[in-house]
């Protein structure tokens, strides 16, 4: 069973970083797609960035592209998301998933599997 582990949320002022990470466990084949999602209260999940495990392309939001890095470990199991300049707009609950085939991308309904997700608070 598929397993999605995320760490490393927290509260910051804005400007500041954070460095997510999200740990894998229970594949049995590697996965094409690893994701970042996020959600706001009363908002809808949205799709942060992605990367395709193949070959390490990425996809990223517009509202996180130049701060968000998102990347991946040699073995492909753990992903990170590098997020720089934070602000204010960028709170909220953020998700790991996976998804066994490409294309990757934003859209919350093409993944698999999901983390329980990891809190970012960022103050003004």
């Known amino acids: 069973q598929v397993q999605l582990v995320e760490s490393g949320g927290g509260s910051l002022q804005a400007g500041g970083s954070l460095r997510l990470s999200c740990a894998a466990s229970?594949?049995?084949?590697?996965?094409?797609?690893m994701g970042w999602f996020r959600q706001a209260p009363g908002k809808e999940r949205e799709g942060v960035a992605s990367?395709?495990?193949?070959?390490?392309?990425?996809m990223y939001v517009d509202s996180v592209k130049v701060r968000f890095i998102i990347s991946q470990d040699n073995a492909k199991i753990t992903v990170y998301l590098q997020m720089n300049s934070l602000k204010p707009e960028d709170t909220a609950m953020y998700y790991c998933?996976?998804?066994?085939?490409?294309?990757?991308?934003?859209?919350?309904?093409?993944?698999?599997?999901w983390g329980r997700g990891t809190q970012v608070t960022v103050s003004s």
């Open positions: 990367i395709y495990t193949d070959d390490s392309d990425t």
């Open positions: 998933a996976t998804r066994a085939y490409a294309p990757c991308g934003p859209v919350v309904a093409n993944y698999d599997y």
């Open positions: 229970g594949y049995t084949f590697i996965m094409s797609c």
